[in-house]
Nanobody
Framework: QVQLVESGGGSVQSGGSLRLSCKISGYTLETGCMGWVRQRLGDEREGVAAIDGGGIVSYAESVKGRFTISLDNAENTLYLQMNDLKPEDTAMYYC????????????????????WGQGTQVTVSS
């Protein structure tokens, strides 16, 4: 059974940083794909960043240069380091696993994953 548990959300001022963590159980990235998806209030879900078992990463244009996705295999944890946060980054952030490809995640609205975490809220004030 796959379980994804996010943590690390919170409230910060514009320009600040946060690191989201996703503890993974029951899923191996070696042949798969994982990512972070966010949903602003009233909006569709947006793929933010994704990584596959070959180390390929993709980012949405809106976060390139500010966000970094990484995976610690020893800790079975997926991270999203978010720097220079902006008010428009305010959203619920979800960790998700098993996607078709990293570029598909960041190119699509409502990207498809088989497994989802419960989400962690990020709020950025100006």
């Amino acid at each position: 059974q796959v379980q994804l548990v996010e943590s690390g959300g919170g409230s910060v001022q514009s320009g600040g940083s946060l690191r989201l963590s996703c503890k993974i159980s029951g899923y191996t990235l070696e042949t798969g794909c994982m990512g972070w998806v966010r949903q602003r209030l009233g909006d569709e879900r947006e793929g933010v960043a994704a990584i596959d078992g070959g180390g390929i990463v993709s980012y949405a244009e809106s976060v390139k240069g500010r966000f970094t996705i990484s995976l610690d295999n020893a800790e079975n944890t997926l991270y999203l380091q978010m720097n220079d946060l902006k008010p428009e980054d305010t959203a619920m952030y979800y960790c998700a696993a098993n996607c078709a490809g990293t570029w598909i995640v960041v190119a699509a609205i409502n990207p498809v994953f088989n497994y989802w975490g419960q989400g962690t809220q990020v709020t950025v004030s100006s």
